[in-house]
């Protein structure tokens, strides 16, 4: 999401490992009220809080933010279908790790079959 593409023009990230709610407001050209009501109906966007409670968002929740308000703003998803959208994304990937894991095991399983 950091590099802007046709469908998504989000501005590229500072390299920066933590961005206070302030900068990710900016970034995502959204208020501040947002992004605390995404984080309560987004798990995966999880701030990290200091001993005074300021949010730290990671370049990841940041990343996150940009594509939820693609998502909801650009592609006009409900709350629920954003949320489904990004489960349905987060199932696929894991599928792929498994179906990945279970090759290289298989392969793993007859390069020792080979050499016992």
Request: glycine fraction near 6%; aromatic fraction near 6%.
């Amino acid at each position: 999401m950091s590099t802007p593409t046709p469908t998504d023009p989000s501005p590229p990230l500072p390299d920066k490992l933590y961005f206070k709610i302030g900068e990710v407001s900016a970034l995502a050209g959204v208020p501040a009220h947002v992004l605390r009501f995404w984080e309560a109906e987004f798990p995966r966007i999880k701030p990290r809080r200091t001993d005074t409670g300021q949010r730290l968002y990671t370049r990841r929740d940041v990343e996150l933010i940009l594509h939820v308000k693609h998502l909801l703003y650009d592609r006009k998803f409900t709350i629920e279908g954003a949320r489904r959208h990004l489960r349905a994304a987060e199932e696929l990937r894991k599928g792929d790790s498994r179906q990945l894991l279970a090759e290289l095991r298989a392969e793993l399983k007859a390069l020792r079959d080979l050499l016992g």
